[in-house]
C-alpha cells in the first residue's frame, strides 16, 4: 500500500496503541514540505484477519483519533463441526446472542437463511470488538444487533457514531482435485463520530467493487518481489 503511493520505507512507521490497534504515520512531514493540518489527516489506521480461505485487511485514512477504530469480521457460513444440523449449531452459540437476536435469527423456518442472519450478527460484533481493540474473551451478549431496524446497542446503551459496512464474499477454491465454494458474511466497523449508528448493505457487485478489492493467491505472489526490491 505505501510502495503504490511511493512513499519510501524509511518515511513511515509503523504504530500501536495501548490496547493493540495499529496505525501508519509518516516522519519528516516538515521536510517533506506536509503542513500540519495534512499530517494530521494523513494517518492509516488498519486491521486484518483471515477465517477459512479468507484473508482481509482494511484501512483508512484521516486522524489518529478515528482511523484506529476500525475493525473487520469475518464469519464463513457454515455450521460447526460439520455435520450438525443449523439448530444445533445456532444452540450451541446462543450465549454470544441476545433474545432479540435470536428472535430476528428464527423469524424464518429455513434453514439456509437462519444460517446467514446469525453469521451477519456474529460478523457485526467481531468488527465492532476488534475496532475498540478489546481482549479476547469479550462477552458477544453484551452487543445487540437489530439488523432490520438497523440499530445498535452496547451495554443497554445506543452504539452512536458508528457506521458498518455488511457484504457477502463467495470464493471458489481449489480443493486438491475439487473446487469447493464457501460463502463468508464480512462486515466493516469504523467510527465517524456522528450522532446516530449507519448500517450499509452492498448487494450489488457493482457497488462492491467500488471500494473492496479481491486479490488471489497468484496476484500476491506477483507482488512479493518488488516489495523486497
Known sequence: MMRHRRIPRAKWKDEC????????EQVSHAQDGMSAERFMHSMIGYHSMFEGSLCSMIMVQGVKHRVVNIGIGT???????????????IESQAHKLTPLEMGIINQ???DPTRLRRFCMILALKQAYVKAIGHAHGFDYARLEFNV????AIGDSHPLTGWE????KTCLAVARRDQIVNEEYECVCAFFRGTTNSKFIFYDSPD???????????????????????
Open 164 to 167: 458498518f459496512r455488511i457484504w
Open 148 to 151: 432490520p431496524e438497523e440499530t
Open 207 to 229: 457497488d462492491l467493487n467500488k471500494w473492496v478489492q479481491f486479490i488471489n493467491i497468484d496476484q500476491m505472489v506477483k507482488v512479493i518481489p518488488k516489495l523486497t526490491a
Open 17 to 24: 496503541t495501548a490496547n493493540g490497534k495499529r496505525w501508519i
Open 108 to 110: 424464518d423456518s429455513d
Open 75 to 89: 464469519k464463513q457460513v457454515q455450521v460447526e463441526p460439520k455435520g450438525i444440523s443449523v439448530s444445533e449449531y
